[in-house]
């Protein structure tokens, strides 16, 4: 599985961004979205699972949104209401079978090259 992402850039506190991330071949049954700022650990923010609800870590919750196109093989984070505390690198990522918890790194085994997301104050 290869990912390839798109979409990062800056704004300032307030704006919104889309990420893309096109999978191929296919698209795996379940994605998600993580991100890791700088001397921090890389954590999850928003998954989703085939015929299953989304999921979002709460500090996201509310501002982001997952989504996906089955025929386009895409998946998309659209983020809202950006703060400077979402600074990050954010990747996408996938897994065929999730045995675990959504945002456990683990679990995934395909990743996104990353996208630098920058919020000004």
């Known amino acids: 599985e290869r990912l390839e992402e798109s979409g990062g850039g800056s704004v300032q506190a307030g704006g919104s961004l889309r990420l893309s991330c096109v999978a191929s071949?296919?698209?795996?049954?379940?994605m998600g979205w993580f991100r890791q700022a700088p001397g921090k650990e890389r954590e999850g923010g928003a998954a989703?699972?085939?015929?299953?609800?989304?999921a979002y870590r709460a500090s996201v919750k509310g501002r982001f949104t997952i989504s996906k196109e089955w025929d386009k093989n895409t998946l998309y984070s659209t983020m809202n209401s950006l703060k400077p505390e979402d600074t990050a690198i954010y990747y996408c990522?996938?897994?065929?079978?999730?045995?675990?918890?959504?945002?456990?790194?683990?679990?995934?085994?395909?990743w996104g090259q990353g996208n630098q997301v920058t919020v000004a104050s």
């Open positions: 989703i699972r085939y015929q299953e609800p989304t």
């Open positions: 990522a996938s897994t065929f079978t999730l045995r675990g918890e959504y945002f456990d790194t683990k679990e995934y085994t395909a």
């Open positions: 071949p296919v698209i795996d049954s379940c």
